[in-house]
């Protein structure tokens, strides 16, 4: 698993990917924080976090995990991949946790911002971890989503167009409060930024995360039989 995250981390940032989603995270997340809390006079950093997940997290969740499996299906190195002695969990884990490390460094990187909200106010700390422990359970939920498509074309625009609609759908469709009311992951979030650590919304989001993995899992040793 970690020699497959290596290889991932180093495709990520050799390129300007990485860079580019680190920087695009921060201007988002800086932008918010300009109109919802230095406009305001506000020192609340947990609706900026939300603001982000809203806006920002779809469209950083399909750059980083489109290429994931379809580019290595496109080039045929895939073939390489799963003959590889690595177990088909360590490949998926690894690329999974590669993507999760660079949500993980914009995390840490935001923090800053809440050290220069403390020259103007007293912001809780305790909100911004329990927002910010809410936001990595939403971000794995959406990277193995992302992950999970790629793993089913090989086409990088097609894996992108689908994970983004799916992701943004929640902004202009109601999923209601039925069964498909766990579709809408970004609902399942919405308690977090409010200091409430539900057992309800943490079940949904790692069981999304879950049984995504597990199709991603499943796909890739189905191809594994029929090659």
Do not use: H
Request: overall charge positive; proline content about 3%; some cysteine.
């Amino acid at each position: 698993m970690w020699a497959i995250m290596k290889k991932e981390l180093k495709t990520i940032f050799y390129s300007p990917i990485g860079y580019i989603v680190i920087a695009a995270f921060l201007i988002v997340f800086g932008v918010l924080l300009y109109i919802m809390s230095l406009t305001n006079r506000s020192v609340d950093l947990s609706s900026v976090y939300y603001g982000t997940a809203l806006y920002g997290l779809p469209i950083i969740v399909t750059v980083l995990t489109m290429r994931s499996f379809s580019e290595e299906k496109n080039k045929q190195t895939d073939q390489i991949l799963y003959m590889s002695p690595r177990s088909t969990i360590s490949i998926v884990f690894g690329k999974f946790f590669a993507i999760m490390s660079v949500i993980l460094i914009s995390l840490i990187l935001s923090l800053i911002y809440f050290v220069i909200l403390k020259s103007y106010g007293n912001p809780s700390f305790k909100l911004v971890l329990i927002t910010i422990l809410g936001f990595i359970l939403l971000s794995m939920a959406y990277v193995s989503f992302g992950i999970l498509v790629s793993s089913l074309t090989e086409n990088q625009v097609v894996s992108a167009i689908i994970t983004l609609v799916f992701l943004m759908l929640p902004l202009f469709l109601s999923f209601g409060n039925g069964a498909l009311s766990y579709l809408s992951l970004i609902d399942l979030y919405s308690k977090f930024p409010v200091g409430v650590i539900s057992a309800k919304e943490i079940i949904g989001l790692t069981s999304f995360t879950a049984m995504c993995i597990l199709l991603i899992v499943l796909t890739i040793k189905r191809r594994k039989i029929y090659r």
